[in-house]
């Protein structure tokens, strides 16, 4: 008996095409990420990997994306769960920052801490940035220990009561589960899965709009280490492009 996981980044923001960071800031999708969620939903349909329901964060180019994917693949009807716990990470005061900008004002090194370490945020965002979700309704009962910034451990500790409590009952269960969901929230899910270490997890980034399948045993274990992407050509040109952002 095994469980069927599928992870799906949501496809191309407008502001991952203006090359900003986004964090909880809730872009919409281009036509181009439009486009990635249908295919992704028909990669989903000719693999006969049809969701029984449907996980997802707050923001909207997720739940954009796998409204798009559900209906390529006929399943629009199948039940949704939402979280904030799913949202992408908080990027604190880089949130609306151009990323070539500030690795040329940072440097390398500085920029990559903020972007892959495991355990350092960037500087908090002020409550009264236009880019801050403080007050907003969907997080009210976050009330004061909404984030300002976060860091890839963050996102995991409070991604982790989700997946026990909402993801895992529905695998145990023996449905489909589609998560889809953001570049650094699905890499604390895919570090936690696979064991990945603190240091390795930098080196992992996961493209727009591509689905990544999970077979996992009854431990919750990976049968095949790192799942499979339904498109591995288109997978592994689009992790080179997520790799290499803020450089060109
Ligand atoms: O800006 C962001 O929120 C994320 C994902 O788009 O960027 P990065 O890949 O640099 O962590």
Redesign the pocket.
Known sequence: MTYTLILLRHGQ?E??EKN??????DVTLTEQGRKEAVRGGELLAEEGLLPDILHTSLLKRAIITANLALEAADRSWIPVKRSWRLN??H?GA??GKD?AQTLAEYGEEQFMEW??SYDTPPPPLADDSEFSQIGDPRYAELGDDAPRTECLKDVLIRLLPYWEDQVKPDLAAGKTVLVAA???SL?ALVKHLDGISDADIAGL?IP?GIPLVYELDEDFKPVVPGGKYLDTAAAAEAIKA?AN??RH
């Open positions: 923001s502001w991952n900003l960071f986004t964090g909880w800031y992408e990470r990027y880089l949130q990323k972007r892959r953001h570049g650094n890499r980034n727009t997520v952002q803020g």
